[in-house]
């Protein structure tokens, strides 16, 4: 089945021009789908990656609430619920999928234009503004009453990362392990460290709410005025802490340089996009954190790099079975880089942990 063919599965408006490749997730495959008339949509079309995310169908049904109950927010401000929350388009069928003779699974979504998507942010104001976009969203999904199937069970969960990582390190897959013990040790000596900050998630102390999970810069879709417009990519909309939200996305805004950059010297922690963001992440998220996630709030931009490292190192060691890659040590080069990160932020976290006690006493 070609991919015209798939289009033609869903209710699209429209007739179908073409259909072009788009995008760079390492996970799932993207495609746009234009269509002809001016004024119908364009639509996107997305091979879900069913390795990682299973079972889809329950996957679907996390995203299809979540954008239910964000557009009905959108609608009660007098927003538009179009542009500001994801439209997904059901198969033919009424499902929210099209299955292929091959088993892949597909899914359409309404593609917003007039919209700009960012590697990274290269000023306070836009990290601002991006910290407002997933604060807002985890407060509008805050009162999401249904529940939502765990399809990613252990995702920021280091004690199971930690399992992973054991297994495939026993078991070496590629002989790759020999020649990483000093790799190998960034990550043990912070084991202790990373899984005293889970237990405090584990106990309830820090509490878990419904969360995004993947707050890369490139998953916020800005207007053409540079504010945030939608919050896109719900593949991994679970409840977790929403400390993983504020860290992963602070992993990838305040990065200097790319998220796999050959040149070390240019990936470092930017503190000003670290401040940009907390201001307003906070200016959404304040009035509902506790205490406790409050003090954690640094932290987390730790723990998420720490998590990504492990991700990637673990891979590289697994033979690269998860991410897609671009050149055979690529795994390796994404772990150093964003090791090299990680050190950049634990030398300035205690800046850090003062920026986020002074945002949040300037709210008080
Ligand atoms: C993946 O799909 P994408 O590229 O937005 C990954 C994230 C990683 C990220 C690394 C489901 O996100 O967890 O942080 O790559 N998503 C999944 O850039 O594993
Ligand atoms: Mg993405």
């Not at 930690?162 to 790759?176: C, S």
Request: with cysteine; charged share 30%.
């Amino acid at each position: 089945m070609n991919l015209e063919q798939i289009a033609a599965k869903f209710q699209l408006e429209g007739t179908v021009d073409r259909v072009e490749p788009m995008g760079e997730g390492f996970i799932n495959d993207t495609f746009i789908i234009r269509t002809k008339e001016r004024e119908t949509p364009d639509y996107l079309l997305q091979r879900k990656n069913k390795r990682i995310f299973h079972p889809i169908p329950a996957m679907m049904e996390n995203i299809e609430k979540v954008c239910a109950h964000i557009k009905k927010k959108v609608s009660e401000k007098n927003g538009d619920p179009m542009r500001e929350a994801m439209t997904v388009v059901r198969a033919k069928d009424g499902k929210l999928y099209f299955q292929d003779e091959d088993d892949e699974f597909w899914a359409v979504c309404v593609f917003i234009s007039d919209t700009v998507a960012y590697q990274s942010a290269k000023t306070p104001e836009l990290a601002f503004q991006g910290g407002k976009g997933i604060g807002l969203f985890q407060s509008m999904v805050s009162d999401l009453k249904e529940p939502l199937t765990d399809i990613l069970p252990g995702f920021h969960n280091i004690r199971y990362r930690f399992n992973q990582w054991d297994a495939v390190l026993a078991k070496d897959p590629v002989d790759r392990k020999a020649k990483l013990s000093s790799e190998i040790a960034w990550i043990e000596s912070r084991r202790d460290n990373m899984l005293d900050f889970w237990k405090l998630v584990e106990s309830g102390e820090i509490p878990t709410r419904v969360t995004h999970n993947d707050t890369k810069i490139n998953n916020i879709l800005f207007d053409l005025n540079g504010e945030v417009l939608c919050v896109i990519d719900l593949d991994t909309v679970l409840n977790s802490t929403c400390l993983n939200d504020f860290g992963d996305a602070m992993r990838s805004y305040t990065n200097t340089g790319a998220e796999d950059d050959e040149n070390l010297d240019a990936v470092s922690c930017d503190i000003s996009i670290f401040e940009g963001f907390t201001k307003g992440y906070l200016s959404q998220a304040k009035s509902f954190l506790t205490d406790k996630e409050l003090e954690y709030l640094a932290f987390s931009a730790k723990y998420i790099t720490y998590e990504q490292v492990l991700r990637f190192l673990m891979d590289y060691i697994d033979g690269d079975k998860y991410y897609k890659i671009k050149s055979p040590d690529h795994n390796y080069q994404r772990t150093v880089a964003q090791y090299k990160l990680l050190t950049s932020m634990e030398e300035q976290y205690d800046e850090m942990c003062r920026i986020v006690r002074t945002v949040a006493a300037e709210l008080d």
